[in-house]
């Protein structure tokens, strides 16, 4: 059979990274802002892009063949990654564990939340934000709480020296500051 004819799988349009898995028996935290982004994210799919991405592909159908209509088969593949996306996303906030973090500010303690500068063994100082593994952005100095270093870093308090794993052996860092957002007025 000519593979013109052949159907391709839904499979073939996973050029999306999959996102984090949690670790088996973890929790799925959150902040409140980070999860106000997840649902708008999701509401914004299913009440606005989806159904305009659902309109384009009944319009498109309607023209005919369809094996030759680009604009139904690329509005097929969107309305997939679409659904993907809805699908994972509420499957993460169903199981989402909303935590403020601004319950310890003006602890020096870290936290999930916390703002922590700190020293690595050259004394350069970094700065990261602890967030949910769906919220963190590296590039924004935001990292997981299951990354190496927030686990290396939870529990200790200023002025704490801390061993991390790294793949070029252990290093010792110290914790300069650490830092909570202000809790909201009422």
Do not use: C
């Not at 498109?60 to 993907?84: P, Q, T, V």
């Amino acid at each position: 059979m000519n593979k013109a004819f052949t159907r391709e799988s839904d499979a073939d349009d996973d050029d999306e990274p999959t996102p984090a898995p949690l670790p088996p028996g973890t929790k799925n935290y959150i902040t409140p802002s980070g999860y106000a982004r997840l649902r708008a994210e999701l509401l914004h799919l299913m009440d606005g892009e989806r159904p305009q991405v659902v309109e384009a592909v009944h319009w498109a159908a309607r023209n005919g063949d369809r094996s030759e209509n680009g604009d139904y088969l690329y509005g097929k593949k969107r309305l997939r990654e679409i659904d993907r996306r809805i699908r994972f996303l509420t499957k993460r906030l169903e199981i989402a564990e909303v935590t403020d973090p601004s319950a310890h500010h003006g602890s020096d303690q870290v936290f999930f939340g916390a703002t922590v500068v700190y020293a690595d063994p050259s004394g350069a100082e970094r700065t990261i934000t602890i967030l949910g593994i769906d919220e963190a952005d590296s590039s924004a100095g935001q990292v997981s709480w299951i990354a190496p270093i927030a686990r290396a870093l939870l529990r200790a308090r200023e002025g704490d020296v801390v061993k991390l794993t790294t793949p070029g052996g252990m290093q010792e860092i110290e914790v300069l500051s650490v830092r909570y957002p202000e809790p909201a007025a009422d």
